[in-house]
């Protein structure tokens, strides 16, 4: 349920962004999450979507991107992709994966109206 | 080329109007890359009238455009500055702050108890002091309190996991704040009890030198597959009510190999809060070397070859 106060956070900085930028509503919103953000996209889009009304979200278009997560492995060496902690190195099989990446979660850009 | 008139000003996207406003703005992360244009376009330096620099490249009245704004902007960049803040803070109090998390029942307030009466013993002239999360009650915080250690009990209402701001607020209450300020610094430490919560938690930075991952043996040896994300973000797992082992079906060994499966660097203790079993050990980890936390030895290096070899291979601490 942390995807609630993700989502008021969200909604935060893009009602400062109006105010710096000078924009009056938002049509499109793009976020990047990664694979180890701890996000559930789901509960994360749909506390979104329940608290647009009222906001310049308001009727707004999300686009959520995952990125995956990467690691490198702390027996052979290899920097690879993964999707969650609980994966094996796909080179040498070992759950010596130590997560270097894929934590991120960021609003990309905006598309805005200024009436 | 302009779609009105067929002229060529405006054309090239480099020579968007603003975009040297654009570096000299004291914007710190949206940078805005089209200037809006309706209905009369923000001049510019030159006095410039950019009316065909929107998405749609043309104006028309009574028609709005749309622009594109570039936020790159980190959603917990927030919680990460007042982290740093907190953990600046700390270090120059002189204060070790750690972390702990788990689920309801965990036995954490207990562990802390233990702890503090344990830390009175080893290390008498020690500071302590606890921050308190929970969703409602201070029953916690009168729990430690009772042991002579100050603490804050943070409400968090129906928030899920404590963040750097509510610590932040909270350590300032602290004596062991007003005492750094009137001269009477040294080494302390300050617990900080996570709301009870395998899950949200794990992504709140509160300026902590270590998560500390509490886990008691009445809750199943699985947990660190089931909720992997806040055992990959714990320095230190701690299989908590030992004490109990005897009458349930927890195999610790697999359990550890469990937690190093998903973060192969975690430190392992076990203990009991109510029999005393490990708090010795559990102290050895917070106060090596005089409780100068940066003097603590990192956790082994992980050894090649299977889990079990591992967890024979590195720090499991048994009482």
């Known amino acids: 349920m942390h995807e609630v106060s993700m989502a008021a956070g969200i909604l935060r900085m893009i009602e400062e962004a109006a105010e710096r930028e000078r924009f009056q509503r938002v049509s499109n919103m793009r976020l990047e999450i990664g694979a180890l953000a701890g996000v559930e996209l789901q509960a994360l889009s749909f506390a979104l979507t329940a608290m647009m009304p009222g906001t310049c979200m308001e009727g707004s278009e999300l686009a959520i991107d995952e990125i995956p997560g990467t690691a490198r492995c702390l027996h052979c060496a290899a920097s690879v992709e993964i999707k969650s902690h609980l994966e094996p190195c ?16 960021r609003i990309v850009d905006l598309v805005v109206f200024d009436d | ?4 008139c067929g002229c060529h000003a405006g054309s090239n996207p480099e020579s968007t109007p603003d975009s040297n406003a654009d570096s000299n703005s004291q914007r710190t992360d949206a940078r805005k890359t089209r200037s809006g244009a309706s209905p009369i376009p923000a001049e510019t330096g030159g006095g410039d009238l ?4 929107g998405g749609a490249r043309l104006s028309v009245p009574g028609i709005s455009q749309a622009r594109a704004i570039h936020m790159e902007a980190d959603v917990l960049g927030k919680n990460k500055r007042l982290a740093s803040r907190n953990r600046a803070h700390f270090a ?5 702050a750690f972390n702990l998390v788990s689920s309801p029942g965990s036995g954490k307030t207990t562990l802390l108890c233990a702890s503090i009466n344990a830390l009175k013993i080893r290390r008498p002239g020690l500071s302590v002091a606890v921050i308190e999360g929970d969703q409602q009650t201070s029953v916690d915080a009168e729990r430690i309190r009772a042991t002579g250690a100050p603490a804050i009990q943070v409400n968090t209402g129906r928030g899920c996991h404590l963040d750097a701001q509510m610590v932040g607020d909270a350590f300032a209450r602290l004596d062991l704040h007003a005492r750094a300020h009137h001269g009477h610094g040294g080494d302390a430490l300050l617990f900080i009890e996570n709301v009870g919560n395998l899950v949200c938690p794990a992504l709140w930075d509160l300026g902590e030198a270590a998560k500390v991952v509490v886990l008691s043996v009445t809750e199943g040896e699985d947990k660190p597959l089931k909720y992997p994300d806040m055992f990959a973000a714990a320095t230190l797992m701690m299989i908590n009510k030992i004490d109990l082992l005897p009458y349930v079906s927890f195999d610790v060994s697999r ?4 937690a190093r499966q998903v973060n192969p660097g975690i430190e392992v203790l076990l203990v009991s809060a109510t029999t005393g079993d490990g708090i010795e050990r559990w102290l050895d980890w ?8 940066d003097r603590r030895p990192a956790a082994e290096p992980v050894g090649h070859g299977t889990a079990a070899q591992r967890i024979m291979a590195s720090t499991v601490v048994t009482p």
């Not at chain 1, 796909?90 to 934590?103: D, F, H, I, N, V």
């Not at chain 2, 950019?50 to 620099?53: A, D, N």
């Open chain 2, 50 to 53: 950019p009316y065909g620099v």
């Open chain 2, 255 to 258: 359990c550890i190999g469990y």
């Open chain 2, 92 to 96: 120059a109090h002189g204060v070790s």
């Open chain 2, 286 to 293: 917070l106060l090596p070397q005089h409780g100068d936390l």
């Open chain 2, 1 to 4: 080329m302009c779609v009105i």
């Open chain 1, 90 to 105: 796909p080179c040498c099989g070992s759950y010596t994966l130590q997560a270097t990446g894929g934590s991120e979660v």
